[in-house]
DNA sequence: AGATGATCCTGTATGC
DNA sequence: TGCATACAGGATCATC
C-alpha cells in the first residue's frame, strides 16, 4: 500500500527518469481512473507536453508539465504502479493508462484494483504550497474550508515538514474520543501516513493505537511526533515497503518490510521485548501492536 | 458534528 | 478437490 515512503519513492524515480521527456500519445483503456477532467480532456491536452519534475503531497505524486504549466496528479491508492518501461518489455496486467513518449519509452500506469485516481490540473489551480494548517495558531473550531474536489485540497501537514508539531496533534486530538490511529490516518491532520506506518509509529512510542486521542498527555504527542517522523524517514531512505505490488517508478521493489516492527508480525515475538505482536481491529482496519510495550488502551 | 458503515475492486487465503 | 466466502484497505459518501 503506497503511503508517504513509497510515493516519496516513485517521486524520485521519476524526477530522475522522466525530466525533459515528452508526451506524444496518452491511451485510457479504463476511463473511470481519470479522476478529473473528463478523460478526452485529459488526453488531448497531455498530448504534446513535456515533464519538468516530480513533487508530492501526501500520498499524491505531483508530475508537473509544460506548456500551462499543468499538473498530473497521481493517487496510488492501494494498488497502483506508475513505471517508466520500454514498450518491449511484458506490460503488467491491469494496465489502464499508457503515456508514449518521444524518446519511445511508456510511462504505464496498472492497477489491479483500480482504485487509484490520475487527474489534471493546471498549476494555478491548485493550492500554493503547503495546503494543511492556515497558519494562524490556536485556530480552533470550526474550519470554514468548503468541501473540494477531493482530498488534495485539503490535506494536513506534511509529517516530514516543520509545520506539523506536537501543538498541532495535541490541537486535533483535544476532547476526541477516537481512537488515536483514527485521528493519524486522517489526511487533513497530516499528509501520507497508512496503515502501515501508523502502527509502526505507535509502537514505537509506545502507544496504544485504542487510545481515545484525546486523552493522550503532551509526552506521548512528542514522542508520537517523534516516531511518526523516525519510521517515515527509516523507510524513505530503505525505499518503501513491498508486500505485494508496490515497486518504485523503475519497477523495483521497496527494502523496509523486513525492518518492520508489528504491521504483518502477528503472533511473532516483538522486537523490543518478546512477547506476541497481537493484531485487533481499530477503525475498522486490521492493527497489529505489541499488548506489554503498548500498554493499555483504556484509562 | 462527529463517528461509523458501506462502497469500490480483485487477488489471495481460508473454510467446508 | 473444488467451490464459496472472507479479507485486505484509502478515501468518499450516506447514515446514524
Known sequence: MPELPEVETV???????????????????SRDVIGHPDVDTFAAELAGARFTGAG???KYLLLRLVPGPLVLVVHLRMTGRLVLADPADPEPPHTHVIFALADGRHLRYADVRRFGRLYLYAAAELPA???????????TGASQAPRLPHGLF?????????????????????????PIKTVLLDQRVVAGLGNIYVDEALFRARVHPARPAGELGPQELRRLVRAVRAVLREAVERRGTTFADYVDG????????????????????????????????????????????QGDPGV
Open 11 to 29: 517521486r524520485r524515480t521519476l524526477d530522475d527518469d522522466l525530466a525533459g521527456a515528452r508526451i506524444t500519445r496518452v491511451e485510457v483503456r
Open 154 to 178: 485539503n490535506l494536513g501537514p506534511e509529517p516530514l515538514g516543520a509545520a506539523f508539531t506536537s501543538r498541532w496533534l495535541a490541537d486535533r486530538c483535544r476532547g476526541r474520543r477516537a
Open 56 to 58: 508530492r503531497r501526501g
Open 129 to 139: 504550497g503547503v495546503v494543511g494548517p492556515a497558519g494562524a495558531g490556536g485556530a
Open 250 to 293: 523503475r519497477g523495483r521493489p521497496g527494502g523496509m518490510r523486513p525492518h518492520l516492527a508489528v504491521y504483518g508480525r502477528a503472533g511473532e515475538p516483538c522486537r523490543r521485548c518478546r512477547a506476541a505482536v497481537a493484531r485487533m481491529r481499530v477503525a475498522g482496519r486490521g492493527t497489529h501492536f505489541c499488548p506489554r510495550c
